[in-house]
């Protein structure tokens, strides 16, 4: 067994099917994707780190072997995918990333349960 996050972090590029939990991995780690979506939610989360520069996005009914290896090689190629991850990832941490999120829900719900 190894962590998800620990090979994450030791990756040079992350490839998944862009659930919710390995994108904030990937966001916290600085991880670039390749993100092979199945459904809606998947297809939005790949969207967020495409959009930044962080990841590409391939269709599953077009994937073979080489369009992969294709996206994966133009990832390590392109130094602005690192640079755009690392960029998500310090805007995480500006923020406080999921653990502040989750403190100030709670906050709101306390103000909303007066």
């Known amino acids: 067994f190894v962590p998800g996050t620990e090979m994450i972090k030791a990756s040079d590029i992350t490839v998944f099917h862009g659930g919710s939990s390995t994108l904030m991995t990937c966001i916290a780690c600085g991880t670039p994707a390749v993100v092979v ?47 755009h991850a690392m960029e998500l990832k310090a805007l995480g941490e500006k923020y406080g990333g999921a653990n502040a999120a989750a403190d100030w829900a709670e906050q709101l719900m306390k103000v909303n349960d007066k």
């Open 37 to 83: 979506p199945s459904m809606a939610e998947q297809e939005d989360n790949g969207a967020v780190l495409a959009q930044h520069g962080a990841g590409l996005v391939l269709d599953k009914q077009s994937l073979t072997p080489v369009v992969l290896a294709e996206a994966m090689k133009r990832i390590l190629n392109d130094r602005s995918y690192r640079t």
